[in-house]
């Protein structure tokens, strides 16, 4: 039984691979500057998973060039940047009964009028660059107002509708009931007629008071900027004495991103394409938002595990004397990384190790996600020192597949260049360190033929030796280039 376990997890392993090479997925916002879009847009920017590229204001609740000035302030008290945010059209001449309430809600903690006068983008000009700059099927879109701008975007140039993975919108599932929908109904309907996957999210009436006040208080225990915004305008609604006004509503957008099998979902029968939110686990999803209020969120980076396996049971005894204290030195990402390339590599080789610990450095070096960097090798294509191109592989996401990989056979070392974006970095190994185990391979070569068993036997040793000792900080020379 355990020899069919480890067999299914080196086949799951393999399968896995996947997994490390998925980047962030673009994000987009449309907001239409609603209290509860505030809390959303924070919850949002915590998600470890999604690159938010722009947020765009549609006219709702606030006039789009009003909720302009609010989105920019709360992304300045947070302290972020690299945001674009638009404008559309305004089309809500007779506004919404609760505009004037809405307009005396803050923001954010950090709120002047100095931007009062900004002129801000269109919201259709920066639509229409990102989609066109996107790959077909990678943008997501959260709505939480209006489908009026992405209407508008798209309806001058339909190929964008290629762009677009999902649709995450906020309204009822009576669909031409729903607020967002009464307020541009032309809109929704041109986008709910294309056939692009789209999420409806609704709150549910007979949940539970998700804001109790036991749960602001979890969230005021929280010290962290994020849950400082949210708790100063949670402390503006117990002030004006508006606090069951706080339900959880545009927030289960962000909630469904972080996680949506906390979430049950329903085809329409007519358009499957359109899915609706009948029921989620509310106590797990006030957990999420108070993990993602603190940082310690962690979207699921796994095809086939849910975390991935590191109980003694499926590891062989000399692996399990280094396990756990390559984990706590190193993290548990090259601990996995290095699994993997071993299965792929069919033994656990130095130089396989060498390749984790250098590809992942890489990234870390360039703040960047797998499946991003384009690699070029200098290691050849002649082993024993070609097995570095694995490792890099395993660890930076860049493939051949991607073509992000490349192989330059007319050297043979141990260095590699690294770019993303417009930075580029060139990693080598130590002289020092390359020559003791160029020594270890030669002597053991020398003794055993490449064939026997007693070779591979210390070339293992030896990369488990090298797996443990050697910190991937330290063990490169660094040529910013």
């Not at 069951?244 to 049950?264: I, P, Q, R």
């Not at 990693?427 to 068993?453: C, G, M, P």
């Not at 030896?462 to 280039?481: K, S």
Request: net charge positive.
């Amino acid at each position: 039984m355990k020899n069919n376990t480890i067999i299914y997890f080196i086949f799951f392993l393999t399968i896995t691979l996947y997994t490390f090479s998925q980047p962030k997925e673009l994000l987009i916002i449309d907001t239409d500057a609603g209290n509860d879009d505030y809390r959303a847009i924070i919850l949002m920017t915590k998600l470890k998973n999604y690159d938010i590229k722009a947020i765009t204001l549609s006219d709702g609740t606030l006039f789009p060039d009003k909720g302009a000035i609010r989105v920019e302030t709360l992304l300045n008290c947070l302290g972020i940047k690299n945001i674009s945010i638009g404008v559309g059209k305004k089309t809500l001449y007779n506004k919404p009964i609760w505009r004037k309430y809405a307009e005396n809600i803050p923001w954010s903690s950090c709120y002047t009028d100095s931007l009062s006068k900004k002129t801000f983008p269109l919201a259709k000009n920066i639509l229409t660059t990102l989609l066109n700059e996107a790959k077909n099927n990678s943008v997501t879109i959260a709505c939480l107002g209006s489908m009026s701008n992405l209407f508008e975007t798209l309806k001058e140039n339909q190929d964008l509708f290629n762009k677009i993975k999902q649709i995450i919108w906020y309204n009822s599932i009576d669909i031409k009931h729903g607020t967002n929908y009464v307020f541009e109904p032309k809109a929704a309907d041109f986008i709910l007629n294309n056939n692009i996957p789209i999420y409806i999210i609704n709150a549910i009436k007979d949940k539970k008071n998700f804001y109790s006040d036991d749960y602001i208080q979890r969230i005021k225990n929280i010290k962290t900027k994020h849950a400082k915004e949210i708790c100063f305008q949670l402390n503006y609604f117990y002030k004006i004495n508006e606090i069951s006004h706080v339900k959880c509503w545009d927030e289960l957008c962000a909630l469904y991103l972080a996680n949506s099998d906390y979430f049950v979902t329903k085809e329409n029968v007519k358009a499957p394409q359109i899915k609706f939110v009948v029921d989620y686990d509310d106590e797990k999803l006030q957990q999420l938002l108070l993990q993602l209020l603190s940082g310690t969120y962690q979207p699921r980076k796994h095809v086939v595990f849910s975390t991935f396996p590191t109980d003694s049971i499926f590891y062989p005894d000399d692996v399990n004397q280094i396990k756990d204290k390559i984990i706590n030195k190193y993290g548990e990402e090259e601990f996995m990384l290095g699994t993997i390339a071993s299965e792929i590599h069919n033994h656990i080789g130095i130089y396989t190790i060498i390749g984790v610990k250098m590809g992942l450095f890489a990234r870390e070096v360039l703040n960047a996600n797998k499946n991003q960097i384009t690699v070029t090798s200098y290691s050849g294509k002649a082993m024993p020192l070609a097995c570095i191109n694995d490792g890099i592989m395993v660890s930076t996401g860049s493939t051949p597949a991607y073509s992000l990989f490349n192989v330059c056979d007319t050297t043979a070392k141990p260095s590699a260049t690294f770019c993303f974006k417009k930075k580029c970095v060139r990693l080598t190994l130590k002289k020092e360190i390359h020559e003791t185990i160029s020594n270890e391979i030669q002597d053991a070569v020398f003794k055993y033929s490449i064939s026997s068993n007693e070779y591979w036997k210390i070339i293992r040793k030896l990369a488990l030796h090298y797996w443990l000792e050697l910190d991937r900080v330290n063990i490169f020379e660094i040529e910013y280039l």
